[in-house]
């Protein structure tokens, strides 16, 4: 059985504080599980598959779920970056194994992230902790903004570079419109692309090494669902896009910059696909180094990459960030192939690759 993607919604990405600061992971969900089902003309749903990084337990896809008026028992993932695509990966996965409609992606709230302590085995006092580990030695386990330096200083990609890619990515973003947005707390555009020049560029925070404040993307809010259904049910929908493959894939931890390339080359190999048969790309952009450095990899066009701008532009609401790329695809791909891709902490990459149906053939499957 196929699998198709026919319904796709998500909030505007907000960074930490800002409109959504006072909304919990449901309050965020909720509005867009419920804008899907009624694009979709669906009530009822097999089941709810949500991405969560930050959330610390609960089954936060049942609490959506419940919000939304669904009864399912809600299925709540965390492979941080790369949960919102491996949301995609098993909604394909349960309507291939016999369900007719799943609802799929992610949900997060940087903003309202529990606090989070060490229990200190000699009887000490909690210890507290921003990031959990992402290896189990602490003297490989890079931070992600240390990691990307020292990805850049490898690949001799120099902060310059860096910079002009974000100020193009501030570009596109802000060129573009707002297409499967659901207005939330009064926000229906994504809150954080801006005019972002080289001199101001130039001016950004050093976090580290070549790395700015410009050439990473800010932590963020924000929830994205896509519906995933069977090849019997995708024939009534005018508008289709048919999972042609998914994959997850381990890389070095030390280089979790490059952990996307062998899961996007996985898929485009086995569909015997080329990087020139693909009309766009949505390439997660959690430093500018680590995008630049899978488009060379891979020999993507940049004029097919993140058309609509990128995370350096939007923000990176953890958990939720594969679907969003998910989402753009949906309503930006109207013919050919399309890839989404993201790197994730801990050397995790993720990649989808989708077809869309001729518009002109409503029927064909």
């Known amino acids: 059985m196929s699998a198709w993607i026919v319904a796709a919604r998500r909030t505007a990405v907000v960074p930490r504080g800002g409109a959504f600061a006072r909304l919990r992971i449901e309050d965020q969900g909720a509005p867009v599980v419920r804008a899907v089902l009624a694009d979709a003309g669906v009530e009822a749903v097999d089941e709810l598959v949500v991405s969560n990084a930050l959330g610390a337990g609960g089954n936060p896809a049942r609490r959506v779920a419940l919000a939304s008026g669904l009864l399912v028992a809600g299925l709540t993932i965390d492979r941080q970056c790369a949960g919102g695509l491996d949301a995609l990966r098993l909604a394909a996965a349960l309507v291939e194994s016999g369900a007719e409609a799943v609802l799929a992606g992610g949900v997060e709230s940087y903003s309202r992230r529990p606090l989070r302590l060490a229990t200190d085995p000699e009887g000490g006092p909690p210890v507290p902790y921003d990031e959990a580990p992402f290896t189990p030695w602490p003297d490989r386990d890079p931070g992600m903004a240390e990691a990307a330096a020292a990805l850049a200083e490898r690949l001799g990609i120099g902060r310059a570079a860096q910079e002009a890619f974000a100020v193009e990515s501030h570009r596109k973003a802000l060129a573009a419109g707002a297409s499967g947005i659901v207005e939330l707390a009064g926000v229906g555009r994504d809150a954080f692309p801006r005019r972002l020049t080289p ?73 015997g696909i080329g990087a020139s048969q693909l009309e766009r790309v949505e390439l997660m952009e959690a ?58 902490a801990g050397g995790v990459g993720a990649a989808l690759l989708v077809q869309a149906r001729d518009r002109t053939e409503p029927g064909r499957i």
């Open 287 to 344: 430093f500018a180094v680590q995008a630049m450095a899978t488009v060379t990899a891979l020999g993507l066009d940049m004029g097919r990459v993140n058309p609509e701008g990128g995370g350096l532009a939007f923000g990176h609401p953890v958990g939720a960030s594969g679907a969003m790329l998910a989402v753009r695809l949906f309503h930006g791909l109207s013919r050919g192939y399309g890839l989404a891709g993201i790197a994730g």
């Open 199 to 271: 001199a101001l560029a130039a001016r950004a925070k050093v976090v580290a090494g070549s790395i700015t404040a410009a050439t990473m993307a800010v932590a963020a809010d924000g929830a994205a669902f896509c519906l995933v259904v069977s090849g019997r049910l995708a024939a009534r929908f005018p508008r289709a896009l048919r999972i042609v493959d998914s994959a997850t894939l381990g890389s070095d931890p030390l280089e979790p910059g490059l952990s996307a390339i062998a899961p996007m080359r996985a898929v485009l190999e086995r569909a």
